[in-house]
């Protein structure tokens, strides 16, 4: 039974809980706030389907293409680089697939700020699954809706980060024509449950309920993006995304799942057709690129996605695979947990608030550190306009 898989390597991706027939595993969440497997012993028949589709102990290995092609990116509309949180290529490879009467599955926040994996099939709806949001999403159900689908002979676009697309190759077995695949530069996720105690806070905080929520707005660029937050009373939180508490956390790898921190799929060859990021640094290589409104880096990592890029209508330019990793070590290397995660935890099982909880693990950094961190941001400046 999946039970046996330790808590640790456990990447919550719901094969287990999609291909169990009976119906004797439920994700529940942990004290903890993660998704984790729960069987029914009673209803359980011994298969073992669960463990032979688990990614944390099985690797489903698709043709991979020996070096991705690398390219920096970006939309050829300004509106859709305005309204996403680097170049908009998402929305682009989004388009060519529902264009071509496919439908595409993505993450997006319900009206209570529960991240679900969901489908859409119309242009009107894609708003929804653009912009990065740092938690682990629901995806109940979602693979046999992917397995459907394909099974109709109808276009799939399944967006994801590694480890989901990792789940949903191993519950499928095979690679099939008519699905592509774009897994996601992750440095980890965070605890939905953990999520929710942040947003519950606020709501009492503001006593008002959240209309829009944003963890990467750039109303002053894309490199210094905002947490933006709008209330129905007219409230509202636009704070940097260093001085986020949620984002403080978030960003020092202090509640990321236990998984990110020894992750199979941070590296390459990748899992996925395409693997989507932000190009962190493209400012260093080509300057005459970046204008600081969104640049996308785009790995192309099988032969079926680079026919699909030809299909597509944005702009691209080559890159170096150097230059992203440079920007992205998450590319190739997990998270390392944060010394105080433990004492985190520790507070938040005695019910502390979670602006006390950061402030606690995270204290503000003193006067060295605000010098040395200002100095850091003139000497990148000074190298950008050179």
């Known amino acids: 039974m999946i039970d046996i898989v330790p808590a640790k390597s ?16 439920k994700m529940h969440f942990n004290d ?7 069987v029914d012993k009673e209803m359980c028949t011994q298969c073992e389907e669960c463990l032979s589709v688990c990614p944390a102990l099985n690797e489903v290995k698709f043709k991979r293409l020996p070096s991705p092609d690398v390219f920096a990116a970006w939309s050829k509309s300004d509106e859709i ?18 264009d071509d009467e ?12 529960n991240l679900l994996h969901c489908e859409i ?9 653009r912009c990065s949001k740092y938690l682990q999403s629901n995806m109940a159900g979602v693979f046999q809706k992917v ?7 109808q276009n799939v676009l399944f967006v994801g980060t590694p480890c989901q697309v990792a789940g949903l190759n191993s519950f499928l077995g095979r690679d099939n024509t008519y699905l592509l695949t774009c897994d996601l530069i992750c440095h980890g996720v965070a605890a939905p449950g953990l ?8 709501h009492g905080n503001h006593q008002a309920r959240i209309l829009s929520f944003q963890f990467r707005a750039k109303p002053h660029g894309w490199r210094n993006y905002y947490f933006d937050i709008t209330f129905d009373n007219g409230d509202r939180i636009q704070e940097p995304f260093p001085a986020n508490a949620f984002m ?3 960003l020092a790898d202090l509640y990321l799942r236990p998984s990110c921190y020894d992750c199979k799929y941070s590296r390459l060859p990748r899992v996925a057709d395409i693997t989507l990021g932000d190009f962190w640094g493209i400012w260093n290589y080509r300057p005459d690129l970046d204008d600081d409104t969104g640049t996308s880096v785009v790995l192309i990592n099988s032969s079926k996605a680079r026919e699909y890029l030809l299909k597509c209508d944005f702009k691209v330019i080559h890159a170096e695979l150097d230059w992203v990793i440079a920007g992205n070590p998450s590319l190739i290397s997990s998270a390392k947990a944060h010394k105080r995660r433990k004492k985190f935890f520790k507070l938040l099982a005695e019910g502390r608030k979670f602006e006390e909880l950061i402030n606690s693990c995270l204290p503000p950094p003193n006067y060295l550190d605000k010098v040395i961190w200002s100095i850091n941001r003139r000497l990148k400046r000074f190298k950008h306009d050179q």
């Open 102 to 113: 496919g439908v595409v599955f993505g993450a997006a926040f319900d009206t209570n700020l």
């Open 147 to 153: 397995q459907c689908r394909l099974e109709n002979g």
């Open 81 to 98: 680089i305005k309204a996403s949180s680097s170049g908009g290529i998402f929305s682009e490879l989004a388009f060519k697939a529902l």
């Open 121 to 129: 099939d119309k242009r009107d709806d894609l708003p929804s699954l």
């Open 10 to 25: 456990c990447i919550g991706c719901h094969a287990c809980e999609s291909i169990c027939g009976p119906g004797a595993i």
């Open 32 to 38: 903890k706030g993660f998704l984790y497997p729960h």
């Open 195 to 202: 999520f929710s105690k942040y947003i519950n806070e606020l």
């Open 248 to 250: 403080k956390g978030f």
